[in-house]
């Protein structure tokens, strides 16, 4: 298989451009945008990810959304009562759960041309709800009824969740409640209506481990009661040996639905840093138009990789997210999260990505 090459990469958005929405925090990332075409340009929805600026000695910082009171607020954990899983986690041990050392909201931004921003909007889609408590992350864009729905992660004590939401201007924002409940994520929109249904893609969380974490087809005739629920793939991608889920939602071609997926890669023991958790890379899919249940062609190997420094080097090392695709022509626009840090655009000819799938035959269970 041939790697498609970029025509160009851009770093679209880095923390240094924003300032904090929350006294005493600090700016740490600006990654996994939605996109999507709007007033003749591009409007995003990045994830913004702020941290506390104080020190304790002997503590840790945890910040959590107040929504009883509507405000940012801090639980200082004495080091001793937890183990830290990574840079972004902690492990409490009076219970074995998680906390998070920031909290995320989401920042509306617009572009002209796809590839600079033009600028930021003044209404940031902060926590609310108490499925929300740890901030809400990651979300996809599709026009649907003549507003723009998202899909976004809600994360709080009760779970990882995925709720949606709409706007009609990126200006204000309506909420629709949780739509998948824990454990799920990636929960991606279809542009259009497959038949009379709606149609997503999502990633259940086995707890269970008689799997690793695959991908499902969700179907729905209102965009909130989802149902029909079936596998569509995992083990497939043998590259990604931890875990794969949805990227961008799928862009209607001649030749099917295509879409960017991530997988997540294993980091090599001896090799690896200390904020090393893996490499997460992205391959190429193409589905049936009236049958997305039907996969017509896999890469077998990941499409785009970590390249550019910016993509290299930050907050978690070698991680592209790609999170939209916006047809430009002959070419495609793939706007991503770079190292967990920064926003990113990629622009790849889409005869490349078309031609880099290839018939993949279906898992076969002993």
Same mark, same amino acid.
């Given at each position: ?45 990045? %994830?913004?990810?702020?941290? $506390? ?35 972004? #986690? ?28 033009? %600028? ?19 979300? %996809? ?37 949780? #739509? ?23 990633? $259940? ?71 090393? #958790? ?10 049936? #138009? ?11 190997? $990941? ?9 290299? !080097? ?20 793939? !706007? ?23 018939? !993949? ?6």
């Amino acid at each position: 298989m041939t790697i498609p090459s970029r025509i160009l990469t851009r770093l679209l958005v880095k923390p240094a451009d924003l300032s904090s929405q929350f006294e005493g925090f600090e700016v740490i990332g600006t990654f996994n945008p939605a996109a999507i075409e709007y007033d003749g340009g591009v409007a995003l929805l990045i %994830r913004v990810v702020e941290q $506390p600026l104080q020190k304790k000695s002997g503590f840790i910082a945890l910040p959590y959304w107040d929504h009883l009171q509507g405000a940012i607020s801090i639980d200082w954990q004495p080091l001793s009562n937890v183990e830290m899983v990574d840079r972004r #986690i902690v492990r409490l041990k009076s219970n074995g759960c998680i906390r998070l050392t920031f909290i995320s909201y989401l920042l509306p931004a617009f572009s002209q041309d796809g590839l600079t921003i033009t %600028r930021f909007g003044e209404e940031r889609m902060l926590p609310a709800t108490k499925y929300e408590t740890f901030g809400v992350e990651d979300p %996809r864009l599709a026009k649907l009824n003549d507003r723009y729905f998202f899909t976004y992660v809600a994360v709080s004590p009760f779970g990882i969740s995925t709720a949606l939401a709409s706007t009609t201007n990126f200006e204000s924002f309506e909420r629709h409640g949780i #739509i998948f409940c824990p454990e799920n994520k990636d929960v991606i929109l279809f542009p259009e209506k497959i038949g009379d249904e709606f149609v997503a893609f999502h990633r $259940p969380n086995p707890n269970g481990r008689l799997s690793p974490p695959e991908m499902w087809l969700a179907r729905s005739p209102d965009l909130i009661h989802w149902g029909s629920h079936e596998r569509l793939m995992g083990s497939e991608a043998h590259w990604a040996n931890v875990k794969v889920g949805g990227g961008t939602p799928p862009l209607h071609t001649s030749a099917g639905w295509l879409s960017l997926y991530h997988g997540h890669i294993k980091p090599i023991p001896e090799s690896s840093g200390q904020h090393d #958790i893996g490499e997460y890379a992205a391959a190429a899919m193409l589905q049936a #138009i009236e049958d997305p249940a039907r996969i017509l062609g896999m890469s077998p190997q $990941p499409v785009m990789r970590a390249e550019a420094d910016f993509e290299r !080097y930050g907050y978690l090392p070698n991680i592209v997210f790609p999170t939209a695709m916006l047809s430009r022509g002959e070419f495609v626009d793939v !706007y991503y999260g770079a190292a967990d840090t920064s926003t990113g655009v990629a622009r790849y000819r889409l005869s490349d990505l078309l031609d880099a799938t290839a018939p !993949y035959p279906p898992l076969k269970l002993a």
